[in-house]
């Protein structure tokens, strides 16, 4: 075994009881049903450390070899949000003109979606993320090799919605088509490219969902047991 392989113990995990366990469960399990994805936001005002503790807990997501492939550009400032929806609406206005051929557009139908993006500059925070496809030594300039890149960003995001959601704050995962403008507005390196955006706010006052989004998959439908 390599010199470098260190171990600490673990005392991570709650001492809790079964039923405590379950209990756990069931309360997690309410707290994610309530989760929706909105695009019709107020500009109330959010405090920064609910972005900060909720980037953090993202950056806490497994990923392959442990080489956190994530960056985070976190948007607030009013020039730089009507940047990103000005160029973003270029791109979606072809995307719904046409680009993104029929069958695309049929499934998009009960969203109600269309190439006016609002919420990017209404929105109080915009968080941009981007898979780093490798890194580069800081020191010596050489290339890290990053594995498993596109897991374990979707897994960071997955933490990072369900951490503003549970502060209370209402998230829409955005995906302007393409997105490769988001790279270059933001000043990131070409090693890296854009994701997802993820707009984190509070739902306007007259904020609806689609009745579609209730429908999620019943749990036969979803899983499969080996006991
Ligand atoms: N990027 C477009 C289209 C879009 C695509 C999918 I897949 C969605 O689930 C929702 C929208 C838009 O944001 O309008």
Redesign the pocket.
Known sequence: MSAEFRVVPFAGLPDYSEEERLQCSREFLRLMQGRRTIRDFSSKPVHRDIIKNAVRAAGLAPSGANKQPWHFAVVSNPEMKRKIRKAAEIE?EE??AGK?GEA?LK??AP?G???K?PFLEIAPYLIVVFQQNYDIDSSTGEKIKHYYIQESVGLACGFLITALHNAGLATLT????PMGFLRELLGRPKHEKPVMIIVAGYPSDTATVPEEALNKKSLDVIVSWFD
Do not use: I, M
């Not at 955005?174 to 088509?177: D, Q, W, Y």
């Open positions: 979606e995307f719904y993104a695309w499934d998009l969203l979606t269309d190439p993006k955005h995906t302007p088509s």
